[in-house]
């Protein structure tokens, strides 16, 4: 409540549209998650064996991957029936993800977007390759690429309004990165230390910048200690938790690096329109460059540390990731008009390519079990 | 003969000046003659004539009020004046008292209000003493004794004010302890339970105990799963207000252009209470920060609010030499000697259209009264009461102040805001709290048997329809620095917080009708769940330590699933993130000092609990029994203090 100060530029809007809006995005959601159980279903029938499930029933589940897919791949483990845990495991996948389009929709409509531009931005992410296999082939990126949405408005929040509730909220999101994935642990603290010096008093005072460390890294501490103490309760070895957040840091080499740079252009040319908001002047709003960095940045970080670093990280993992990013950095812009068509134009470029036969991604079986499900898809 | 009767002769001016003018109200012209006269008299200077009437063009106030209140001039001085302009005698009621008989308590509000009281009997009129006499003054006195019934002597406010304190004493005393038990005795803490709540407490102890005979473990289980499913419900809460509070967009931003905008001569008469009990030490303080407000001084009326008894807090008052817009209001012995009541009487006396509580070290933003003047304009009629922010100006002078700043930074620039934005009733802190005096009135005022009246009132308001708001604006006091003190200050506070959840839970349906599922829910977990939880957490961490120390002990079949994992998720997340949360209230106000030192949260809980179990055992033993809090402790205070008094000296 602001008093005796010029108005704000939000248009009221009626309790009318708000409720169609919430319905349509409700719709969207649905639409999204049915189709992609749709066809998760149909690409279990036609024999694919999702790799998480294999890694669970080789008791290697929690060998790899972040604690929030361990806990979830744990509770799916207590289904007898290896084709239900499947279909199990797919509807955590179709229902994440359809939440996240819808919600993808209405972000997109509150920053200015047509209904029928945010349709198609949402339709197109959806039907990219690397999105559906991550829903529908088991892979356990999910958690890492919500991680990673979910950081995208928090760095906005603090690069616009830099209020004591944009630094809470970015310090609640970093825990999102150690349960995603021990190959996001890592990015807890330097995003800790930029979001201390991103505060006027973090840049000249050490208490100040101590402090705001502090706060940013605490949860993520908060949550370590949580999931260590359930963990120890459930009666399950704590070590089996800790050792993947070692063993992917245990050796450094230098891995297919060209493969992993050229997957991240093939698969996700999208990165373009980041970065040209870095620079291009008029671009609908005062430029928040941090968060658009971000954008292409986290991704980058994934291929870089994936060469470095023995993460097995396929080099469909940066691009996938940098779908998300670019998704979620589009929910939060408010971008012009021409803008916004590049952007879906780079999307359905980055589609259609994903389609494509290439060096850098081919999983057969998968791909053969699509074709039975989409016959329109011609590859392999 | 009048003096401008006596003047106009002299002139030769035979004009219509002889007399009264029933339907003149006392203007400029009036106030430029007594103040004349003043000077003729050498009771006033020139120079301070001068500063009255440019005060006078800026606060759009009478002369009159403003000369007192800048203190140029003495009230008897002043009002012998005004006598002496209407050609009528000046009466001290200290010497020639009012006849008790002419009196009537129906209309001792009139008598406060309008400065007015009825004085005695000569030639068969009665003769009232007033201070001024305008058209409302005839009305008054023509409903009451008819067109020629009456006549009209001056005196001083302070006249009329010692002389109603002094025949309605046992009345406003009464008034001031009974009022709100007469009017709705259901929402007074004057009976801890009601017979109703004793009956359900002994059955539910009576069924409880036999459970526990006939189904031990079970029983417990049960007990362990409510308990746990409060500490998690509770956390919730507290998380949810944390996150909305911690929004600027939740804060009542008034900003500085608006104030600025405001004009003098539109501001209200503004109320200031001062509630004090032997706090003579601290008076200078209180005086510098009054002072220092931002308001029309004419406009301002301050009332030290003082037990009879307390001779040397009275003393030292008037050795202080107040400016004329200071009253002192003496509150008859009587029990409870509780601060709510001493308030309420002082009450009988305002004037202002808002009113507001200060305590004697208080120091308010320069501004808080122009901000609240606004939040209220800019509101609808509903918004009874606006909070100003607490905070300490001792924060770092040990730990126990640091963690009481964190404490109270949370509480005022998260919980509070958050409980606003949530529309729920808000418990109002100590002072800062700044009512429409008419919505106070209609409300009860404050129950002066509950010791935490603030808390009481926030709840009764939202009861009887009204809001509170939090406005951008900070008090700041002085942190309880001792340890022993602040025991005493904590457990009071706790056992208030108890009265007010067992009084407000007398009637729950009838609460949940009148504050609504959000309101009564937020209830609970405001005030209820706080002395509860405080109280079980050091039988839960003995639990805890009993099992992961000795490992002797295994209550794993207290916690059956799901409560397990709740209890589990209470133990390791749920007290992080109340430290975090505890942490991180020092960011709205950049105390970044404190942000390191709030990791030693847990300690200061373990105080808490301990004064818990004091307020418990207090409740049942001496319910309303007010524990002091020792002010003027703090190193800071006394730097201040002895800066005045150099300052005095030199």
């Known amino acids: ?380 | 003969m009048a003096y401008l009767a006596r003047k106009a002769a002299d002139a030769g001016d035979s004009s219509e000046l002889l007399g009264i003018d029933r339907y003149a109200e006392e203007g400029d012209l009036f106030h430029i003659e007594v103040a004349k006269l003043l000077i003729e008299r050498k009771l006033v200077r020139l120079t301070g004539l001068a500063q009255a009437l440019q005060a006078r063009s800026s606060w759009g106030h009478d002369l009159a009020h403003i000369l007192i209140a800048q203190g140029h001039v003495r009230r008897i001085d002043y009002y012998s004046a005004v006598a002496d302009v209407y050609g009528l005698p000046f009466v001290d009621l200290t010497k020639q008292p009012v006849d008790p008989a002419l009196t009537s308590v129906d209309d001792r509000a009139d008598y406060a209000e309008r400065n007015l009281i009825p004085w005695q009997l000569r030639n068969g009129k009665t003769v009232i003493a007033t201070t001024s006499i305008t058209p409302r003054h005839f009305e008054w006195a023509e409903a009451r004794y008819g067109e020629h019934g009456f006549d009209f002597v001056i005196t001083s406010p302070f006249d009329i004010l010692w002389q109603t304190q002094s025949l309605f004493r046992e009345w406003d005393s009464f008034f001031a302890r009974e009022a709100l038990f007469s009017w709705k005795p259901e929402h007074s803490a004057k009976f801890t339970v009601t017979s109703a709540q004793k009956a359900t407490i002994w059955i539910m102890a009576a069924v409880l105990l036999l459970c526990l005979i006939v189904a031990t473990r079970p029983t417990l289980v049960v007990l362990m799963a409510a308990v746990t499913t409060i500490y998690s419900l509770t956390f919730i809460f507290k998380f949810l207000l944390t996150w909305v509070g911690s929004s600027r967009r939740v804060d009542m931003e008034i900003s500085p252009e608006a104030v600025a905008s405001l004009k003098d001569p539109e501001m209200p008469i503004y109320t200031v209470l001062v509630p004090m009990y032997r706090e003579a030490k601290v008076l200078p303080l209180l005086v510098g920060s009054l002072k220092r407000l931002d308001y029309p001084a004419s406009k301002l009326e301050v009332k030290l609010v003082l037990e009879e008894d307390d001779d040397e807090t009275i003393n030292a008052a008037k050795a202080l030499k107040l400016p004329g817009s200071f009253e002192i209001v003496r509150v008859p012995k009587s029990q409870p000697k509780t601060k709510p009541k001493a308030c309420n009487y002082a009450l009988q006396f305002c004037r202002g259209e808002f009113v507001t509580i200060y305590d004697a070290e208080d120091q308010p933003e320069a501004d808080q009264l122009k901000k609240a003047v606004l939040a209220f304009r800019n509101s609808d009629d509903k918004l009874a009461c606006v909070q100003g922010r607490l905070n300490y100006f001792n924060r770092s002078e040990n730990w126990l102040t640091r963690m009481f700043t964190l404490e109270y930074s949370q509480w005022f620039d998260f919980l509070l805001p958050g409980l606003d934005w949530l529309k729920v009733p808000i418990p109002l802190g100590g002072t800062s709290n700044h009512f429409r005096l008419s919505a106070l009135r209609q409300v009860g005022a404050w129950d002066p048997y509950n010791v935490t009246e603030d808390a009481d009132l926030g709840v009764r308001l939202a009861q009887e329809g009204f809001t509170v708001g939090v406005i951008n604006s900070t008090t700041y006091e002085e942190a309880n620095g001792v340890l022993p003190s602040w025991i005493k200050q904590r457990s009071r506070w706790i056992k208030g917080y108890m009265q007010t959840w067992l009084v407000h839970m007398r009637h729950p349906i009838q609460l949940w009708r009148s504050i609504g599922t959000k309101g009564f829910f937020s209830f609970q977990f405001f005030i209820g769940a706080p002395p509860f939880t405080k109280l079980m957490a050091p039988i839960l961490w003995l639990m805890t330590g009993l099992v992961w120390l000795t490992h002797t002990h295994d209550f794993g079949w207290l916690f059956p699933e799901p409560f397990g994992t709740m209890a589990m998720f209470n133990l390791a997340l749920g007290n992080l993130f109340l430290v975090y949360f505890g942490v991180i209230a020092a960011l709205k106000r950049r105390y970044f000092d404190l942000v390191i030192v709030g990791v030693l949260l847990p300690c200061y809980w373990l105080l808490q609990s301990l004064a818990a179990y004091k307020a418990a055992w207090q409740l049942m033993v001496k319910p309303h029994y007010w524990e002091k809090t020792e002010h003027g402790t703090s190193s800071v205070t006394q730097k201040t203090l002895d800066a005045f008094k150099q300052q005095e000296a030199a």
Not at chain 1, 59 to 67: F, I, L, V, Y
Not at chain 1, 190 to 200: F, K
Not at chain 1, 223 to 233: L, M, N, R, S
Not at chain 1, 353 to 359: F, H, I, K, R, Y
């Open chain 1, 1 to 380: 409540m602001s008093i005796a100060g010029p108005a704000d530029g939000l248009t009221a809007r009626s309790a009318k549209s708000l409720v169609g809006d919430r319905i349509v995005n409700l719709a969207v959601s649905l639409a999204a998650m049915l189709a992609f159980l749709w066809i998760a279903q149909h690409v279990i029938e036609a024999g694919y064996q999702r790799a998480d499930i294999a890694a669970l029933e080789a008791g290697e589940a929690w060998k790899r991957g972040g604690w929030l897919s361990q806990i979830v791949l744990t509770i799916v483990g207590y289904v007898p029936d290896h084709n239900v845990r499947q279909s199990a495991l797919s509807l955590v996948g179709a229902a994440a993800a359809g939440a996240i389009l819808g919600v993808l929709y209405g972000r997109l409509r509150a920053t200015g977007w047509y209904a029928i531009g945010a349709l198609l931005l949402v339709a197109a992410l959806g039907s990219h390759a690397l999105a559906l296999y991550a829903v529908t082939g088991g892979s356990r990126a999910i958690p890492l690429l919500i991680a990673f949405a979910a950081l995208i408005p928090a760095i906005r929040a603090l690069e616009s309004v830099g209020d004591v509730q944009s630094a809470i909220s970015l310090g609640l999101m970093l825990p999102l990165l150690l349960l995603a994935s021990p190959t996001t642990t890592p990015l807890i603290l330097p995003l800790a230390v930029a979001s201390a010096l991103a505060d006027r008093d973090g840049r000249r005072d050490i208490r100040a910048f101590v402090a705001m460390v502090l706060v940013a890294v605490l949860p993520s501490i908060i949550v370590a200690v949580g999931v260590i103490g359930f963990t120890a309760q459930a009666g399950f070895d704590v070590t089996n938790l800790v050792l993947p957040y070692v063993a992917d840091f245990r050796t450094i080499g230098l891995g297919n690096w060209q493969g992993m740079f050229a997957a991240l252009g093939y698969f996700a040319p999208v990165l373009i329109v980041p970065l040209l908001y870095c620079f291009v002047p008029n671009v609908g709003e005062t430029p928040r460059r941090w968060s658009a960095v971000a954008v292409v940045a986290l991704p980058l970080y994934l291929a870089i540390g994936g060469i470095i670093f023995p993460w097995n990280m396929p080099v469909w993992g940066p691009p996938i990731a940098l779908l998300a990013t670019f998704g979620s950095w589009l929910a939060i812009a408010h971008l012009k008009l021409w803008m916004r068509v590049l952007a879906l134009a780079t999307l359905g470029v980055a589609v259609g390519l994903s389609w494509m036969v290439n060096p850098f991604w081919q999983d057969a079986e998968w791909l053969k079990a699509i074709h039975s499900v989409l016959p329109f898809i011609q590859l392999g």
